[in-house]
């Protein structure tokens, strides 16, 4: 019995020492450590852009530039900030068959003008990434202010390519190559940008700088009657937020 009690009491002696050499040893190795947290807050807001975006240069969207003819534009998160005028110039009467293009589009910067490709810019600011559709509608026929149309004739906007600024990362849009519009018919796409495409700024050129001159065009047949006279016509730019 006294042997089981000393050896009881050897084995809680011999405990108590390991124990409390494991403390000082958890001592010594985090001397005086003391730990506490809090927790602090970043918070950024966003707002609605509704202001307009600047044209660009078609062959190098990075540069802003000042047209000789600025046209329409739109404001607001998806905008179309510029379509170029076609001008087809003065042209002889012909009974014979004739095709027509479009003067380049004239932009300045600085002291410097140059000639572009027609073109149209879109900027998509929404933040939404849903993507947007671009189509055009030729209204009429081309005809003269009292109404006489120019029968027969197409206006084709054909090599249609698309570029964006060098710091925009969106996947790009997809253009229609090659459109011939129907006077009086309904739009036909343009431009089109699925989920997650076109954010940011976009132009769609008709033509680059070796093709430009000759890609927007107008076919006249011979057999048209022609007035000495000015026809014209309107184009319909619908950009929309759903598919056409």
């Known amino acids: 019995m006294k042997t089981t009690k000393l050896v009881m009491a050897s084995m809680i002696i011999a405990g108590t020492l390991f124990s409390t050499g494991l403390a000082v040893y958890a001592e010594d190795e985090n001397p005086g450590v003391i730990e506490k947290s809090i927790k602090s807050q970043g918070d950024v807001i966003f707002k609605v852009d509704d202001g307009k975006t600047p044209p660009v240069n078609p062959t190098n969207p990075d540069e802003e530039v000042e047209l000789e003819e600025p046209g329409e534009s739109t404001d607001g998160p998806l905008s179309i900030d510029h379509v170029s005028n076609l001008h087809f ?26 000639e572009v490709p027609n073109y149209v810019q879109v900027t998509d600011k929404r933040g939404s990434n849903e993507g947007w559709y671009l189509s055009v509608q030729q209204d009429k026929q081309f005809s003269t202010g009292e109404d006489v149309e120019l029968e027969g004739a197409i206006l084709t906007l054909s090599n249609t390519q698309v570029k964006t600024t060098s710091d925009n990362k969106s996947k790009s849009p997809t253009a229609v190559s090659e459109i011939s519009l129907v006077p009086g018919g309904a739009g036909v796409p343009v431009i089109s940008a699925n989920q997650d495409e076109g954010m940011g700024l976009w132009v769609g050129s008709f033509g680059n700088e070796a093709t430009g001159a000759n890609s927007v065009s107008l076919k006249v047949p011979g057999e048209s009657a022609k007035q000495a006279a000015k026809y014209s016509t ?7 937020n759903t598919e056409i």
């Open 234 to 240: 309107t184009l319909t730019w619908m950009l929309s």
């Open 89 to 114: 110039g003065e042209q002889l009467i012909s009974a014979k068959p004739q095709t027509y293009y479009a003067a380049l589009e004239k932009m300045k910067k600085g002291e410097e003008t140059k």
